[in-house]
């Protein structure tokens, strides 16, 4: 075994993209998200709980945060 470390992906966007574009972005990484993973291995352990809580280090979008909550994440 080889011991390894990882960091964050945080996606970052301007405050002044549309609250529907990132309303849709996250939709269609989440109602893809099996997919979405096997197309990116590096996160086969990403669970969509986490996305909103773990590592936070910018103020989520208006337009991600209703996604999120509409989808219970």
Do not use: C, W
């Not at 970052?12 to 997919?35: C, G, H, P, Q, W």
């Amino acid at each position: 075994a080889v011991g390894t470390f990882g960091t964050r992906l945080v996606a970052v966007v301007s405050e002044d993209m549309a609250k529907d574009t990132a309303y849709d972005i996250v939709a269609v990484v989440l109602e893809n998200f099996d997919r979405f993973k096997r197309l990116l291995p590096a996160l086969r352990n990403l669970q969509a709980k986490h996305m909103t809580s773990d590592g936070k280090v910018v103020p989520m979008h208006p337009g991600a945060i209703l996604k999120f909550n509409e989808m219970g994440k």
